[in-house]
């Protein structure tokens, strides 16, 4: 029996998580209720109800973000798709990737259908997790500058563990269920602007579910699928495979280092740090909106490769345009969920628009910045009377580096849960139970 598999490494470590430590506690409860948050405003999204109502046959235990309930598979499709529909989940700079949007709404699910409470879901979401972005640091940055769209190719593996974890498998059918994930991951960066992302999230999620519960009634996958000549490294990573970065999971935790960016608006994160000095520069000049005659962007690799709908005609490219952050930046400070629906696009916003250069710069995109400042700008703001000014903002407000306080996410929860009709109490992130949070929104919203 192989026993120094990367497969049976993951699974090893996602059988034997017995305990949580405080630290990583409070990273994962605040991931979680971030992720519960923007999955309720999901819940209201015109997508997500139409695919509930086609999808979801029948009663079951787990909980819509639509209303209702249907079985495990169900619930994870609707709500991994609810979860990234607005793309304000977080992000890892591990992988560059949405990990909580896939792994929690796999746990969940499972965790309604077996009774597992709030300490069981954390610690399927720890593990699934720490499986996801300790396999995004073995594969680096290349996968995803190669076109792989990292959410759903390293979510896949992570997502199984977790569920895993909560159907109790052991370490060889662990082992199993990930080697299934592993040889059945796909997914292309193509899917950006489109419904294919969120929904791809959402059945990345469902196949997790199936997978793990596959590997539990004793179907076998295969140990070596990511070192196989015909397997995860050589076909989608060109055999690139840092594996000193395995020895690391459980000892050092990705949830904490490098920790999570959440999100301030519901767009690319590699739009936010633009919004932000957009603001800044309004604010030094002291301009109205009807005072911008032009405004330059220059960015590095990753923010040119993620923003790439100029002139975006659907609310999907409205998420990945530059120009359209800026001028939602210009217009309301931020960008609303008013502003991803049909038709927002006014004649004010096609004509900021129109102002707005955006060029890629070698300097903010050498490996030092990369590692330092992934999606960093540096913004010129020309005023029509001659006045201007630069600015560069490397790390948005939500980033590790400089973290939301527990005040603003709850605040960010509570605004979600507004958009999609529910008020909630105050919530102690502490101290709270995703399964019961979750119930006790969607029972509200459907009242």
């Not at 059945?203 to 990511?226: C, I, K, N, Q």
């Amino acid at each position: 029996m192989k026993t120094r598999s990367i497969a049976r490494r993951f699974a090893r470590f996602a059988c034997g998580l017995e305990r949580v430590d405080s630290e990583v506690k409070t990273a994962a409860d605040r991931a979680m209720l971030d992720t519960l948050g923007v999955m309720l405003a999901g819940g209201a999204h015109p997508s997500v109800r139409a695919l509930a109502e086609v999808t979801t046959r029948g009663e079951g235990k787990a909980t819509l973000a639509t209303g209702g309930r249907a079985d495990p598979e169900g619930a994870a499709l609707v709500n991994g798709t609810a979860a990234h529909v607005w793309d304000f989940d977080d992000t890892s700079y591990t992988g560059i990737m949405h990990g909580s949007a896939v792994v929690l709404p796999a746990a969940m699910a499972l965790a309604q259908e077996t009774g597992s409470g709030a300490d069981a879901l954390r610690r399927a979401f720890v593990a699934g997790s720490e499986v996801a972005y300790t396999l995004a640091d073995i594969c680096t940055h290349a996968h995803y500058f190669d076109g792989w769209w990292s959410t759903v190719t390293f979510g896949l593996t992570g997502a199984t563990a977790a569920a895993g974890h909560l159907l109790e498998l052991d370490e060889d059918a662990m082992t199993s269920a990930i080697g299934l994930a592993t040889a059945a991951t796909g997914g292309g960066k193509a899917v950006l602007g489109t419904d294919a992302k969120p929904l791809l999230v959402g059945e990345t999620a469902r196949r997790a579910v199936t997978l793990a519960r596959a590997a539990g009634a004793g179907l076998t996958g295969p140990e070596d699928a990511f070192e196989d000549s015909r397997g995860f490294l050589k076909l989608l990573n060109r055999g690139v495979a840092v594996e000193a970065e395995l020895e690391t999971i459980g000892k050092r935790w990705r949830l904490c280092d490098p920790g999570l960016l959440f999100k301030t608006s519901p767009v690319c994160s590699a739009a936010l740090a633009a919004i932000e000095q957009m603001n800044e520069l309004m604010a030094e000049l002291g301009a109205s909106v009807n005072e911008v005659a032009g405004v330059h962007a220059e960015v590095p690799k990753l923010v040119h490769e993620s923003l790439v709908f100029p002139n975006p005609a659907t609310p999907q490219e409205m998420q990945f345009s530059l120009p359209y952050a800026l001028a939602c930046a210009a217009i309301h400070g931020r960008v609303r969920f008013e502003d991803l629906a049909p038709g927002a696009v006014s004649p004010q916003m096609s004509s900021l628009m129109a102002r707005v250069s955006v060029k890629r710069a070698p300097d903010l995109s050498t490996e030092a910045m990369r590692a330092k400042y992934p999606e960093s700008i540096r913004l010129t703001l020309t005023l029509s009377d001659g006045r201007s000014a630069t600015g560069f903002c490397g790390v948005a407000r939500g980033m590790p580096e400089r973290p939301l306080s527990d005040a603003e996410l709850l605040e960010k929860f509570h605004a979600a849960g507004a958009y999609a009709g529910v008020s909630l109490p105050q919530i102690d992130i502490a101290d709270f139970d995703p399964v019961v949070v979750f119930e006790q929104a969607v029972g509200e919203a459907g009242s």
